[in-house]
């Protein structure tokens, strides 16, 4: 009897832990419920220490949530207890891999892997797990390379998982943005395999998020919603799309992503984020504080975030500073995204004095962030915090950057730009961003392009020629001629409303043909000035003096009333002061 009973409890026992399976928890993984998934897979591995899926699956969780120390000693205590289970060596690699341990990753997936070669090239599970984990992180993590080759072995020895694919399309991506095509046609394999797969279909959508290209990634968010109405990811990408844009739109995908996921700190805090954007500041504080209890600390650094957002839009920059930095320092790199540092970034910006930490973690988010709009934001942003400290050359250097991110730059934007450059040119400021002794020549391009994008505007020749002359502001070099000449012929279309202009121009020019002692150009430029303003007394007292050096010279003075264009390009960026009027 007292058998018969332990045969009884034994088997309930079973019964209770298998309530619930590892294929479960896969399950949980996959929805990125992982609360649900920590859940189940710490059961199983309490009723049984040595199940190795189990214990493989629920140090996969807390790498999932960034728990690295965390995922060590669930892996730890696993190669304990499974006598170091190839798949839960491979865990244990993964960890390395995010502990920058490259070496010691490496030599547990070779062991992994040498010790399940078989004839057929290796267990499936195996290979995908090395891919998996050479896929997780930053492209500075791992080896995407070495993961690939895993994976496609993988592929061939289990034809039914899409996850394979799922994850050789991430590290494709981690070799480069030039890698997209090849994640795509991972992914669309991956719906070969299950046409319901939504996490495939996500991720060829945010390939297209990543070129901003809206004609294709929304209908494809959509789609992955209705291939598995359940998969919470997809709501949740909505939500995150339409927040900035349609806060109504929004919420409608909120609520449904609230509905599937966990409720846990994170659905906390995206409610808190929307009741922002909608404006209710009062509601997102008290939601702040309500969160407390449960999220405080070291466990949920995102509640440092909401914090600083919060006292970002009710105008108290100092703890939103303050709450910005305790988030930063708390949270998982791996977490951070660019808008992140990008908020903070701009917060930093309100104090003086912060400029080269905000260009720090502007430039974090910039390289975070690879679609050409959110980084032509984050480079205009830098450019405006440059500006108002006076630091030109910083200025420049973005509004350089911001430019080459365009498809079209607009004449403004190229008049602040070489503007910018200009000022640094002339030394108004401290900083090297941009090698001064080439600035006027930079400045000099720029507004050449500006003339050759919008050559019926007269602000290109002016401003070319104002940063020559300031280049050359004592007609030394004869650098600026060339630009002040080409802004003078642009004048001449109207000369009654261009009068004052075109004389000043030539006021400048006179000077240098007699230093060089081109007399006759000296002659023409007097003459053309006297088209224009008969009694001009300088000119009344150049061109004697010009005809008297023509002579001496056994030459006889040309009638001619405009100087000939002089050919070669002028190297100069900045405003400068008015031409010279000093006699021959």
Known sequence: MKRIAFVMLSSVAVFIAGAQSVADGVKAIYYEKYKTAKTILEKLVAANPADVDANYWLGQVALNEGNV?????????AMAATTQNPLIVVGMGHVELME?????????????????NNKKGGDPKILTAVGRANADGDSKTGDPVFGIEKLTTAAKLDVKDPEIYVQSGISQLKRGGEFGGEAKKAYEEALVRDPKYAKAKLRIARIFLSQNNKELFLPLMEEATQLDPNYGPAWQALYMYYAERDVNKAKEYLDKYIALADKDCETDFFYADYLLRAGKKDEALAKAKEME????????????????????RTGDSINARASMAKYIAKENPEKIGAVDYANYASILAKFPGNEAEVETNMTKAIAKDTTAAKRIEYASLLAETYGKANNFCGQAKWLGMAAGWKSKVTATEYYYWGDAVTKCAKGYATSDSIPRSG?????????????????????????????AKASDFDTSKGTAIAAVHAYTDF???DTAKNKRTIISNYYYEIPYYAKIKDFQKVLDAANAILLLDPANQYALGVKPIAEKQIKARGGSPATGNTPAPVPGKTAGTSPGSKPGTKPL
């Open 491 to 493: 004048l001449m279309k």
């Open 100 to 116: 920058g341990k490259n070496a010691d990753a490496r030599a547990h997936f070779d062991a992994a892997l040498a010790a399940t």
């Open 439 to 467: 600035a006027f020549a930079t400045a000099d391009s720029i507004y050449a392009a500006y003339i050759t994008n919008y050559a019926d505007q007269p602000q290109g020749y002016a401003f070319r020629a104002i940063a």
């Open 293 to 312: 209890g449960v999220c405080g600390g070291q466990n949920f650094p995102k509640l440092d975030k909401l914090y600083a957002i919060i006292y970002d």
């Open 69 to 77: 120390p965390a995922a060590r000693a669930i892996y730890a205590k």
